[in-house]
């Protein structure tokens, strides 16, 4: 009989331990599910609002060329937002998809924001040069010519890195390469027009068209109808 005692005894215990277990069980499902909506709005509340940077913010562009554009979403792991493109301009640049298309002379800004929530946007200022071909002819007469070393981060000029000496926003003259017993140099014969014969000031751009940007040289020069620089002395343009 005391055999028996202990056999119920051990399996009222088991029972109750059982019955414990499952109880816990219970209320820890409740206490988990209860505090899942609570985090889930404790994380919404204080998950970081995503962030939106383009990629550059001035884009310098011939007109007839293309680019693509790109954002950066931070944080990385807020998923996909979706961005939409559009430029305030189409006269001056317009967008397809991804790709800018400039289209004439001027500037105007493109837009990116996100497909869902139009808080998170930035804006990017597109600069749209004319195609820097051909040195005006006709009106004009006599030359200033420089005799340069050009080289722009390490660039000579060439299909990608464009130079030109300019008068306002008029190209008038690229360079030209030139080559004496192994020494390379250029050599700019600049224009001047018929009813400004002399004090026209001339300066030098370079603009690298994988990089979409332009930069300006801090050398000038009056147009004088002399030359500047020698063989021996290059007027440096780096």
Known sequence: SHAVAMKLHN????SLRMAIRAACLALTVTALCSCGDFYTYEEDELQEKPTMTLYR????IMAGDSCRLIAFI???NVGNVGVEWYSVDDAIAKVSGDSLVAVKAGACK???RSAVDESVA????VRVMKPWKGVPQGEYMNETVVYADIKVHGQRPGESLMVGAFVGEELRATPKLM???GHEYYVFRISGRR????GETIEFRAFDRRKYQLERFSYQVNFDGQSHGT???LVSLV
């Open 74 to 76: 931070m944080p990385v």
């Open 11 to 14: 399996i009222n215990t088991s």
């Open 231 to 233: 063989l021996s002395d």
């Open 57 to 60: 913010d001035t884009i310098d």
């Open 179 to 181: 080559n004496w017993n």
């Open 122 to 125: 930035d804006t990017c200022l």
């Open 110 to 112: 493109v837009v990116a």
């Open 195 to 198: 009813d400004v014969v002399l």
